[in-house]
């Protein structure tokens, strides 16, 4: 099955600076790859997702890149703030109905 | 705007017992699921659930776990016989579409095993 290696597991940046994460996943059927925010005390909450016919997505300051036949993804934050702090999951979805989320990465972000 | 809500927030049951979690998803959703989180661990896949069927089921789902809708509205998870390593933060989820669509997660129930 499907199985998603996420580092690092810690990161942390001063705020303004950029943040990336990466992650790896092993099922090549895999299509869709969601990245996700969890709060403390709070469920995981969906920042954004790439699917497999695109390289990359930007979304004002967060931005995803995929490289298919690497099968790794990643997420860039950048300016971050300390709002951004949390840990964050990337995740993947083959052709059937399982969402499986890497072991996270938790972010602090300096003021 | 439109959550999925969960109940309890937090059991604590001994071990042995069964335990009801219970989850509301929100209403135009088709498809639900259950995750758990071992205290600051990854988020695990449990079941997905579709059409009054079980859709897929991870190696931790075993006997000792079931899934029903009983109504139009209800989503819950039984644990049958409570393990101490059962204790956990247990997250349902819901989504309209199916694949790629987007999982909507509760806050969270969780689970104390003592």
């Known amino acids: 099955g499907e199985n998603v290696e996420q580092h690092p597991s810690t990161l942390s940046v001063q705020e303004g600076d950029s943040a990336v994460i990466k992650c790896t996943y092993s099922d090549s059927a895999s299509n869709y790859f969601p990245w996700y925010k969890q709060e403390l005390g709070k469920g995981p909450q969906l920042i954004i997702d790439i699917r497999s016919n695109v390289g990359e997505k930007k979304d004002q300051r967060i931005a995803v890149t995929l490289n298919k036949t690497a099968k790794h993804f990643s997420l860039h934050i950048t300016e971050t703030q300390p709002e951004d702090s949390a840990v964050y999951f990337c995740?993947?979805?083959?052709?059937?109905?399982?969402?499986?989320f890497g072991p996270g990465t938790s972010l602090s972000v300096i003021p | 705007e439109p959550e999925v809500t969960q109940t309890p927030s937090h059991q604590v049951t001994q071990m042995g017992q069964e335990v009801i979690l219970r989850c509301v998803p929100i209403?135009?959703?088709?498809?639900f699921y259950w995750y758990r989180q071992i205290l600051g661990q990854k988020v695990e896949f449990l079941v997905s659930?579709?059409?009054?069927?079980?859709?897929?089921k991870s190696e931790i789902f075993d006997d000792q776990f079931s899934v029903e809708r009983p109504d139009g509205s209800n989503f819950t998870l039984k644990i049958r016989s409570t393990k101490l390593e059962d204790s956990a933060m247990y997250f349902c989820a819901s989504r309209r579409q199916g694949y790629t669509g987007e999982l909507f997660f509760g806050e969270g129930s969780r689970l104390t095993v003592l």
């Open positions: 209403s135009n959703h088709l498809y």
């Open positions: 995740a993947a979805e083959a052709s059937y109905d399982k969402v499986i």
């Open positions: 659930f579709y059409n009054n069927e079980i859709s897929e």
